[in-house]
């Protein structure tokens, strides 16, 4: 069973549905977190629509969503070029903290989807 926890405008990867783990890089920590950490198959959430936070990690990333942005944002056009899903304006519906390390799942009309 999924659960609806947010939605935005899809910008990139928009033909699939991709899953992975919940992850907010919301500062250089979170950042330093995940590149010790090592997790594999990310979906990412970041605050602002540039590509600094998700660079070192970019080859473990299936997606990402941004809470604001547009379609020509950095991370929109970086998305597009890697081929990775990409969702901007996205607007939570659960906590940060609530979400971290859940497995969840961007769809192609821009929903994330809880999955556990």
């Known amino acids: 069973m999924s659960e609806r926890i947010g939605a935005g405008r899809t910008v990139s990867g928009g033909a699939r549905a991709v899953e ?12 330093k977190r ?13 605050a602002h629509p540039n590509v600094t936070m998700i660079a070192p990690i970019y080859g473990r990333l299936a997606g ?3 809470a604001s ?18 969702a901007v ?5 659960r906590e940060l903290g609530d979400l ?10 821009g929903e994330l ?4």
């Open 64 to 66: 990402i969503v941004c």
């Open 20 to 31: 992975g783990r919940f992850l907010a890089l919301l500062d250089v920590e979170d950042l």
């Open 89 to 93: 304006q996205v607007s939570l519906e």
């Open 69 to 86: 942005g547009d379609e020509a944002a950095h991370v929109a056009i970086v998305a597009r070029e890697l081929s990775l899903p990409c």
């Open 34 to 46: 995940a590149i010790d950490e090592k997790p594999e198959h990310l979906i990412v959430f970041i």
């Open 113 to 116: 989807l809880l999955l556990d």
């Open 100 to 109: 971290e390390g859940h497995r969840v799942r961007l769809e192609p009309g």
